[in-house]
């Protein structure tokens, strides 16, 4: 079974001596916990503690996930910006840190150096796996000063029933190539929920021809996968409110309406495809209605964003 359904299902069944409401997450934005408003491009450094309010100290035993002791993802209010970047932590302070607009080399933290350039309303949330308590989410709202563009959510071209097909011209580090990207999902009802199986199946440009080819020895794993998809509901079309239940803290984070963060394997070398699987149970957590993927792969050692907005 796929490693998140696990990590669900193993968060539902066993009760935890921490409870969720007994974990508060500081974030400091340039130091400050009131701050939330920065200018475009201006270095932005988060800090984010969390603490055990019954011991009365800080969290410092956190589990790596996919690499990572912290997986933090960043959106716009209107899901045209989705940064995926990785904090550092200090096991000593037990602090994660990162900070944002900055150049940095890091090849997992591509997404730092324009991070938030857009002016606009962002949500910032944060996923750690704390020991003998489970994966936790906490969220941070910031904003970004000057008139923000919203774009409204388009469907992307379909080709059948849950199908679509988009061209993606991808210039990125030493890489510039031309992507097919042919995605589609089937849903297989569950007792109690139902799984859904996304298939993002991925071609490259054959020079000046018309022909796209897999290129299956190019894929390399980012973070212990082989491929990762955020997807996002629109939030557009709910209450503003939405985001407010979420008290900055997850109860369990992948039970959060309207997000999934999910990962596949890489395709094996020996076969010619470059299909990627990623499998989400849904219980009732995505909307219906327009959703956004976003695919992540590395390939050429550059780490690509591919999304796709389809109809769910
Ligand atoms: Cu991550």
Redesign the pocket.
């Known amino acids: 079974m796929h490693t998140l359904i696990t990590l669900v299902l193993s968060g539902l069944i066993f009760v935890t001596p921490l409870m969720a409401e007994n974990i508060k997450a500081e974030y400091y934005l340039n130091g400050s916990q009131s701050k939330t408003k920065f200018q475009p491009g201006q270095p932005i450094n988060v800090e984010i503690v969390l603490n055990d309010l019954e011991k009365k100290e800080v969290i410092k035993d956190f589990k790596v996930m ?1 690499g ?1 002791y912290m ?1 933090m993802v960043i959106y716009k209010k209107d899901l045209s910006v989705l940064q ?1 970047v ?1 904090p550092y932590f200090d096991p000593i302070t037990g602090r994660f840190f990162i900070t944002l607009n900055m150049p940095i080399q890091d090849p997992d933290n591509q997404d730092i150096p324009n991070a938030l350039i857009e002016p606009g309303e962002y949500m910032i949330m944060a996923d750690v796996d704390i020991r003998f308590v489970g994966m936790r989410m906490f969220m941070q709202k910031i904003k970004i000063a000057g008139k923000p563009k919203m774009y409204h959510l388009m469907e992307d071209k379909t080709v059948g029933k849950d199908h679509y097909q988009k061209v993606f011209q991808v210039q990125k580090g030493k890489i510039q190539e031309t992507i097919k990207v042919d995605f589609q999902f089937e849903k297989v009802s569950g007792q109690d929920g139902t799984l859904i199986n996304f298939y993002a199946d991925l071609k490259f440009k054959n020079g000046q021809s018309n022909k796209y080819n897999y290129d299956n020895k190019n894929f390399s794993p980012w ?1 212990d996968a082989g491929g ?1 998809a955020i997807i996002l509901s629109n939030p557009m079309h709910h209450g503003p409110h939405d985001h407010d239940h979420h008290h900055f803290i997850q109860a369990n984070p992948l039970m959060m309406k309207g997000f999934a963060h999910m990962h596949a394997v890489l395709p094996p070398p020996e076969v010619t495809e470059s299909i990627f699987l990623f499998s989400f149970y849904d219980k009732n957590i995505l909307r219906k209605g327009l959703n956004k993927i976003w695919l992540q792969f590395r390939y050429k050692n550059e780490v690509l964003k591919l999304p796709i907005v389809f109809k769910y």
């Open positions: 996919h990572k997986h995926h990785h973070l990762h």
